[in-house]
């Protein structure tokens, strides 16, 4: 019964490879979001979808490409993998409209670009 | 906008010691202020949140956190620290765009 989930758990592969990371989320929440951790722990936002719309897309190289094929999943596609892509992502859910929308995290894909 | 600063990247106590974690933020609306716990390994688990609701905000494993205004901060205690506690701990702050900004993290480390 996880509320978000992430497949694959880890990831290793080649620099110029194209790779998918799946997120799934069993909250009902309308709002979905893909973070970005790197080797410092540092969390950054890259996209959120609301109700499969795009509604924060921040400057991230456009080798990465989310899809919402429905308010339950948010895929995230990598083109043409590069070493600095190394990192931790995380994928997150919320209600909008709540006073807070608390975002409930995923356990993480650990990406491992060679 | 807004941000969020962790002093202290690292914090040791003693097993039953104090924990404090401090965190400042800035916001031009008013916040929502979230405390995450990340255990190696793993994803991040929500431990606490203002909502504005109640400036002292308790929420699991034994922590609270006051919410100062006048000091814009939002610093995280627990009274007894024990060794499963150790772990990152972020502070962040959600402004009116729905966007987290996170502080760079605290890691706590436990001394038995």
């Known amino acids: 019964d996880t509320a978000v989930s992430q497949t694959p758990k880890y990831l290793v592969t080649q620099m110029g490879n194209d790779k998918s990371i799946k997120c799934e989320q069993n909250?009902?929440?309308?709002?979905m979001y893909w973070y970005k951790q790197d080797s410092k722990k540092f969390l950054k936002i890259m996209f959120s979808y609301n109700n499969k719309e795009l509604i924060i897309n921040e400057t991230v190289p456009n080798r990465f490409s989310p899809k919402s094929p429905d308010k339950a999943h948010l895929n995230l596609h990598i083109n043409s993998l590069e070493l600095g892509d190394s990192a931790v992502y995380f994928c997150?859910?919320?209600?909008?409209?709540?006073?807070?929308?608390?975002?409930?995290f995923g356990p993480g894909t650990r990406l491992l670009v060679l | 906008a807004q941000s969020v600063t962790q002093l202290g990247s690292h914090v040791s106590v003693s097993e039953g010691a104090l924990v404090l974690l401090r965190c400042n933020y800035s916001?031009?609306?008013?916040?929502?202020l979230f405390w995450y716990v990340q255990y190696p390994n793993q994803g991040l688990q929500l431990l606490l949140k203002y909502t504005s609701a109640a400036t002292l905000v308790k929420g699991i494993n034994g922590f609270e956190a006051e919410f100062k205004k006048s000091e814009t901060s939002f610093h995280l205690t627990k009274p007894s620290a024990h060794m499963s506690d150790a772990a990152e701990y972020f502070c962040a702050v959600r402004g009116s765009n729905y966007k987290l900004t996170f502080g760079k993290g605290t890691l706590l480390t436990v001394n038995p």
């Open positions: 909250l009902g929440h309308d709002t």
């Open positions: 916001s031009s609306v008013p916040p929502y």
């Open positions: 997150a859910s919320s209600q909008s409209g709540t006073a807070q929308e608390t975002q409930y």
